[in-house]
Antibody, heavy 117, light 108 residues
Framework: QVQLVQSGSELKKPGASVKVSCKAS????????MSWVRQAPGQGLEWMGW????????TYAQGFTGRFVFSLDTSVSTAYLHINTLKVEDTAFYYC??????????WGQGTLVTVSS | DIQMTQSPSSLSASIGDRVTITCRASQGINNNLNWYQQKPGKVPNLLIY???ALQSGVPSRFSGSGSGTDFTLTISSLQPEDVATYYCQRFNSAPPLTFGGGTKVEIK
């Protein structure tokens, strides 16, 4: 069965960096893209962008350019979200989600990133 | 960018009631719309894809309709386990894959 397993919660100070991983299993990694979605506490879902797992080409939504980087390690079917120069307002759950021709279908369990001094 | 507007932002209904949630796109998106359910403290779950197709395992009381700019998610008979926030999301080859703002459904 399809599974997306994310890395555990992170507590970081402002200005630090964080890397969230998302390991896929149960399907051929390169045949579906991978989206990243942010959900701040008590807020709605924000689509951050996606990465083409076949070409490695990332696409970032407005508001997620510059400090946010999507990457892959296809040898281990894993996608990564890097966030640099963390800000308090980056505190949120970050989800990876598989995306195909019919949109997002499977989600990771979410990774809570807390940014606090 | 295409904007997705959901209404209402919240609603309260009784068990057994018919519940309708609306999602409007600022431009036509054909039937490229999905609906997700997010229960409190849980991961979002795909309910409806391509505007009206029921995802496997989803109860038949859920249905979706619409095309172009106006879409509807209907719960034919509200159950206690349907307490959740519901989101629409557009999809196609042109990002961003914007989410609607969400509709919180509670039991009266």
């Amino acid at each position: 069965q399809v599974q997306l397993v994310q890395s555990g919660s992170e507590l970081k100070k402002p200005g630090a960096s964080v890397k969230v991983s998302c390991k896929a299993s149960g399907y051929t990694f390169s045949t579906y893209g991978m989206s990243w979605v942010r959900q701040a506490p008590g807020q709605g879902l924000e689509w951050m962008g996606w990465i083409n797992t076949n070409t490695g080409n990332p696409t970032y939504a407005q508001g997620f350019t510059g400090r946010f980087v999507f990457s892959l390690d296809t040898s281990v079917s894993t996608a990564y979200l890097h966030i640099n120069t963390l800000k308090v307002e980056d505190t949120a759950f970050y989800y990876c989600a598989r995306v195909g021709i019919l949109g997002v279908d499977y989600w990771g369990q979410g990774t809570l990133v807390t940014v606090s001094s | 960018d295409i904007q997705m507007t959901q209404s209402p932002s919240s609603l309260s209904a009784s068990i057994g009631d018919r519940v309708t949630i609306t999602c409007r796109a600022s431009q036509g998106i054909n039937n490229n719309l999905n609906w997700y359910q997010q229960k409190p403290g849980k991961v979002p779950n795909l309910l409806i894809y391509a505007a009206s197709a029921l995802q496997s395992g989803v109860p038949s009381r859920f249905s979706g309709s619409g095309s172009g700019t106006d879409f509807t998610l209907t719960i034919s008979s509200l159950q206690p386990e349907d307490v959740a926030t519901y989101y629409c999301q557009r999809f196609n080859s042109a990002p961003p894959l914007t989410f609607g703002g969400g509709t919180k459904v509670e039991i009266k």
